[in-house]
């Protein structure tokens, strides 16, 4: 795999501008295992002037869109090779679980590619309409322009093709600006791309910290940004592009709930637990951490999921056996601990777990699978994401109680409601004022089906036909007969 000394910067490697690398450490083992050149400024004008001149003068955005199609079902084809290594890359450099990593961390992305090509395929590029005044009227779509696509350390390749295979299709040059935690999948992904053989200037891959991400988002020669992340930072890049109206798109944080209705059978609602709100070892803008229960049945679902989170197998990600891996930092480590000392103090009682070091761990960022009870909706950790394995039961009384509080959070990203019932459901699940909700189901982030969050979870959607068009402008036409 290319890393050390070379940047990709419009689809060529080159030398970066500056000295400055990143040390790429093993959350597990806590040591460097490996470093990789970090971007400056003008690696940030590089590849913007590259995809400029790409868009404003070259073959990408002017090919005939099947074209562009099949290019992104060959680099489907390309990624699918290399899965296995994309998945053990990602386990070594933030420690999912390889069970994980293996699915959602590489398969998964190489089917956003196929999805959105298959999506590209039913796109009415140009279409004539009868207008009003007795003239046609033509209606276009065209690529949006230069984009900057900003993604996290916790679902890399994931978040980036959601965001580089709708703009390729798009005809939209893209500089993708990787987490500093995660350069090395970027990386390998360049060489894919490399490989598919690209015109010049339509991708560049910038590792880098916050301010290559600030260069990025504001730079005058960028026409949309496409982030994914916290919703501080989130807030910040809306002012920035709001301040030269640049296209921008948000997906944001989350602390969504999963609702049990009174007739749901307690083991299957921790089995879906398990999945819903520890997936990624909890490291998941989707994991539903607030878990409401009938006050009816209290007791009886907090054993269920108590026994569920006692026996989550903790330890090293590349074991198969593996559910919770450690924290993709020590910064995130504590972080998350400091959460679980805050839910003591607010006095919320816990069920499982703890601030300590999960047993028979000696070393890497770890923490152990957690669960609250008593927990009021106004504590911090009911309302603030805290992004590891914590996980907290509220009591309520009725479905109406159940809505009322899933939808008391700053955040509307996702949610499921478990119920024998599963009309019953249903009416549950439209009342939730979520981007994505699922009956008897985490959310399972379907490419087919758009993906983005109300309120402080953002603004906009990814995947599905809805996620391809944020990557189009509209223009009309108009056209009547000479004189």
């Not at 199609?69 to 290399?82: C, H, K, N």
């Not at 090395?184 to 991708?203: F, K, N, Q, R, Y």
């Not at 209290?298 to 999921?305: G, M, N, P, R, T």
């Amino acid at each position: 795999m290319a890393e050390g000394g070379r940047l990709f910067v419009g689809g060529t490697w080159a030398t970066p501008s500056t000295e400055d690398v990143i040390d790429v450490v093993s959350p597990h083992s806590e040591e460097v295992i490996a470093t990789v050149a970090a971007a400056g400024p003008d690696d940030v004008d590089r590849a913007v002037a590259a995809a400029r001149a790409a868009y404003d003068e070259g073959p990408w955005p002017r090919l005939d869109p099947k074209e562009r199609i099949d290019a992104v079902r060959r680099l489907a084809d390309l990624y699918g090779a290399r899965r296995r290594q994309m998945a053990e890359l990602i386990t070594a450099e933030m420690g999912a679980p390889i069970s994980f990593s293996r699915f959602a961390q590489a398969t998964l992305p190489m089917m956003v590619m196929n999805g959105v090509a298959d999506l590209g395929d039913a796109v009415a590029w140009e279409e004539r309409r009868p207008g009003q005044y007795g003239a046609d009227v033509i209606v276009r779509r065209e690529p949006v322009g230069v984009v900057g696509a900003v993604v996290p350390w916790n679902m890399p390749q994931f978040l980036i093709a959601g965001k580089l295979a709708p703009a390729l299709v798009a005809g939209c040059p893209v500089i993708v600006k990787p987490a500093p935690e995660t350069p090395l999948d970027a990386l390998l992904l360049a060489e894919l791309v490399e490989e598919l053989g690209l015109p010049p200037g339509v991708v560049s891959v910038l590792p880098g910290g916050r301010a290559v991400g600030e260069l990025l988002v504001g730079h005058p020669g960028v026409d949309k940004v496409s982030f994914t992340g916290s919703t501080a930072v989130g807030r910040q890049v809306a002012a920035a592009c709001g301040a030269s109206l640049k296209r921008v798109s948000l997906e944001l944080g989350g602390k969504s709930a999963a609702i049990v209705l009174d007739d749901a059978d307690p083991e299957f609602v921790a089995a879906g637990v398990r999945v819903a709100g520890l997936m990624n070892s909890g490291q998941a803008c989707v994991a539903q951490t607030r878990v409401l229960v009938p006050s009816s049945r209290y007791d009886e679902f907090v054993d269920a999921l108590a026994a569920m989170v006692a026996s989550v197998p903790v330890g090293d990600p590349s074991d198969q056996v593996t559910e919770v891996g450690p924290m993709v930092s020590r910064r995130q480590q504590e972080r998350v601990r400091g959460y679980i000392e805050s839910g003591l103090q607010e006095g919320a009682r816990l069920a499982v777990g703890g601030a300590d070091l999960p047993g028979g761990v000696d070393r890497g960022w770890y923490v152990r699978p957690t669960l609250f009870v008593g927990v009021d909706n106004g504590m911090r950790i009911a309302r603030e994401e805290i992004f590891g394995p914590v996980l907290s039961v509220l009591a309520y009384a009725g479905d109406d109680e159940a809505v009322r509080i899933a939808n008391d959070s700053d955040y509307g990203l996702s949610g499921s409601v478990w119920t024998a019932d599963a009309e019953r459901g249903l009416d549950v699940a439209r009342r939730v004022r979520t981007g994505t909700f699922g009956v008897n189901q985490p959310y399972s982030m379907d490419p087919a089906a758009p993906f983005g969050g109300r309120k402080a979870s953002g603004i906009g959607r990814e995947l599905g036909s809805e996620g391809l068009h944020s990557y189009l402008e509209l223009k009309a036409i108009s056209v009547a007969p000479a004189p």
